[in-house]
């Protein structure tokens, strides 16, 4: 009878643990990084994430933006970019995560905007 408890016991405590993990989520922040202009938006998410594309408003399609050594991912246009930018990113448990109006249109260099995204 003791072994059962102990299986049910340690079966219960190993849920909880399992629980514990994936609760530990936290928002995924995008940081706008340094040069970021009227017509480059450069990105420092705050998590890992990859094939990062934006699409700016009017916009029919996203556009990818480029990985740096570091993972900041760049976004140069010949024109200006229009904002407010909607983010769609690569999620490690597969498929595509879209984020609308992530980054708003008057977009600093050096500021942080919150998604509701847990990662």
């Known amino acids: 009878m003791a072994s059962r408890s102990s299986s049910i016991l340690l079966a219960a405590a190993a849920l909880a643990a399992l629980l514990a993990v994936g609760s ?65 990113f690569a999620a490690k448990s597969g498929g595509y995560r879209v984020i609308d109006d992530a980054i708003p249109a008057d977009f600093k260099s050096g500021s942080d905007y919150k998604t509701s995204m847990q990662v």
């Not at 009227?38 to 990105?43: C, D, G, Q, R």
């Not at 094939?51 to 740096?68: I, M, N, R, S």
Request: hydrophobic content about 35%; charged content about 25%.
């Open 24 to 88: 530990c989520a936290s928002a995924l922040t995008f940081k706008t990084g340094p040069g970021c202009s009227e017509t480059k938006l450069v990105l420092i998410p705050s998590v890992a994430i990859s094939e990062v594309e934006v699409k700016e408003k009017g916009a029919d399609d996203f556009t990818a933006l480029k990985e740096g050594p570091t993972g900041i991912w760049t976004l140069e246009g010949k024109e200006a970019l229009k904002g407010p930018f909607s983010i769609r």
